[in-house]
């Protein structure tokens, strides 16, 4: 990742030497101006890491006072404040404002400590900005994501000009009509799913029936049109009929030859004789309506592909989202911390410890850990006095 540089100093010499000193670090891209308001019309067109502001800007401006404004552009900037008058400086206030570092004009300025003093804020920049890019790329992912999801409804709805009951149902009533037959239904296996839908094109609820003990899987396996006439339960063997199949005087069945992974079988009922015109007249409607059924099975099961895809690209970038939220390294502590021995409160209690000391160096840089560490320093040697 590249970071950007701000230098802000009204002496043209100074912002040259930074210029030519940060000339050698990778990755950076440097930009100097000479007073606060050539600062501001930057930071309000271009993304700023790192800010080093004279104190003493001219004009009754300071670089204090800059930073304050700057903020207002850029919540997560850092400054370095270079300045003849460190001793007048306002550490807790500036450390709050987001000043990580003062180099003294007064003292050995020299490109070493210099650039020592840009890179150890650089590199404490670097991870919590690599998690906001993540974090950012994952929002315009979903965003990006969600709004192509109506879009691609929307092309699946155009596209299915005649809805799958209307086809179901012109395909049996031309079936009811050339046979006499009273009624009708097709039913569709897809993988493990079975569906049937009855001459209104509407869908008829089944049972839980495994489909190899059906009247469709014989029709399906015989790949030919059956009558069943004036047949009694017990002549059916090991086959289980549907509800919607049961207590009829006769069957007419066709398979449906759909060859993309899908099986489906039309049927006629209670025509007091089937004829072989009529297995001949049905045999060839299931021919004629497997290529408009097929169509349909084809389109529903490319968007549901779609639709899958699409929802399991917003469920990945949710987890990721959430894995760097929860804190996957928090709980790797946690598991660390309980197999050293300590009970899962002792583990929680001291997770709570760390992630303060993250937030806290995420928030105010190294000067904040460094204080936060010599203050758990005195308390640990406090105890052990007090302990003996």
């Known amino acids: 990742m590249t970071e950007t540089i701000l230098i802000v100093d009204d002496e043209d010499g100074v912002r040259r030497t930074f210029q030519e000193w ?47 404004d700057l903020i207002e552009f850029q919540p997560h900037l850092v400054a370095i404040l270079v300045t003849g008058f460190a001793n007048k400086a306002t550490p807790l206030d500036a450390m709050r404002m987001g000043v990580r570092d003062y180099l003294d004009k007064n003292q050995d300025l020299t490109r070493e400590s210099f650039l020592k003093a840009i890179r150890k804020q650089l590199d404490a920049i670097l991870p919590a900005k690599q998690q906001r890019e993540v974090q950012r790329t994952l929002r315009e992912f979903r965003e990006a994501v969600e709004q192509i999801l109506p879009l691609v409804r929307g092309t699946a709805a155009l596209g299915e000009t005649v809805p799958l009951p209307a086809t179901i149902h012109k395909l049996l009533g031309a079936c009811l009509l050339m046979t006499g037959a009273t009624d009708a239904a097709i039913i569709v296996r897809q993988g493990e799913s079975v569906a049937a839908y009855g001459a209104n094109g509407q869908s008829i609820a089944l049972p839980e029936l495994p489909f190899s003990q059906t009247l469709a899987a014989g029709v399906v396996s015989q790949q030919e049109p059956c009558v069943l006439q004036d047949f009694q339960p017990a002549a059916l063997g090991s086959v289980t009929l549907y509800p919607f199949e049961q207590n009829r005087r006769s069957i007419l069945a066709a398979p449906m030859n759909f060859g993309i992974g899908a099986q489906a079988v039309l049927e006629l009922f209670d025509k007091p004789e089937f004829t072989p015109a009529d297995r001949r007249v049905v045999a060839l409607l299931a021919e004629i309506g497997t290529d408009a059924l097929r169509n349909h099975m084809i389109e529903r099961q490319s968007q549901r592909l779609l639709f899958d895809a699409v929802d399991a690209a917003l469920k990945a970038g949710a987890n990721i989202s959430a ?35 993250r937030a806290l160096a995420v928030q105010y840089g190294q000067p904040a850990i460094d204080h936060g560490v010599r203050m758990v320093e005195s308390v640990r040697k406090l105890l052990e006095e007090m302990q003996g």
């Open 323 to 357: 894995s760097f939220q929860s804190g996957a390294v928090m709980e790797s502590l946690r598991t660390g911390l309980t197999a050293e021995g300590q009970t899962p409160a002792q583990a929680d209690a001291g997770l709570k410890l760390v992630e303060a000391a």
């Open 22 to 68: 940060l000339a050698t670090l990778p990755n950076t891209r440097v930009l100097a101006v000479a007073d606060a308001e050539e600062a501001l019309l930057l930071a309000n067109s271009e993304s700023i890491d790192l800010a080093v502001l004279d104190w003493n800007l001219g004009s009754g401006s300071d670089g204090l006072r800059l930073l304050e």
